[in-house]
Every structure is written in C-alpha cells, then in structure tokens.
C-alpha cells in the first residue's frame, strides 16, 4: 500500500498501468454533481434600461472574430438567436478596462 500511494513503481510495470488507469477513470467517470460544478453564467444578458431602449450586455468572445464593421450585424443576430424581442440595433459600445483590453460590448435598440 505503501508503495501504491507514494508511486514507487517505474514506468512500463503493470502497477504503474493500473494507477494511471485509475486515475483516468476517475477523472472520466465521476458525475460533475460530485464536484458541485456549475454551469457558466449567460454570455448575453438584458440589462435594466430607461424606458423607450434595451440594453444587453454581450461577451467579448462572440464578438471579437467579427471584423469591426460587421460586428453590429453580427449583434443584431445574436441577440434574435437568443430570443430577445427588439426592434433595430441602435449602437453597439465596446467596453474597455483600464488596460484597454475589450471586456464587452453594450448593445442598445429600440424596442
């Protein structure tokens, strides 16, 4: 037992087969409920708003493959896609941190 727990065998053994076997099951076969793994937040999301305008929040990274010029069009779908009812894109802000690396994007339309 010794041995097994401080991994004292050499490579190519069959003891050595059998922990990394172990492992892999373990880590392959053990529920995510064991770990209390959550699911990610929402990459876009309906941000309180004055009244007559929506606003919602999206992440960088559905955006950042787009070229610049297409990015409102490229919005404007994601938002129908996740079922979000509005009229027509108005603006589309980049928001920077104090680094000025993009940390979102601001998507305001009229209803």
């Known amino acids: 037992m010794k041995r097994f727990l401080l991994w004292d065998y050499p490579r190519a ?7 990394v076997g172990l492992i ?12 209390k793994d959550q699911p990610r937040a929402s990459n876009v999301v ?20 787009t070229a610049e ?3 409102p069009e490229q919005a404007s779908e994601i938002l129908k896609r996740r079922k979000f009812k509005f009229g027509s894109l108005v ?11 993009i940390k979102g994007y601001m998507a305001y339309t009229k209803p």
């Open 13 to 19: 053994v069959w003891q050595y087969d059998l922990m």
């Open 69 to 71: 010029t297409a990015r």
């Open 46 to 65: 309906m941000l309180p708003a004055e009244s007559g305008t929506n606003v919602y929040w999206i992440e960088p990274e559905l955006l950042t493959a």
């Open 91 to 101: 603006r589309l802000e980049p928001i920077f941190d104090s680094e000025d690396e």
């Open 24 to 35: 892999l099951a373990f880590i392959f076969l053990t529920p995510r409920d064991v770990f």
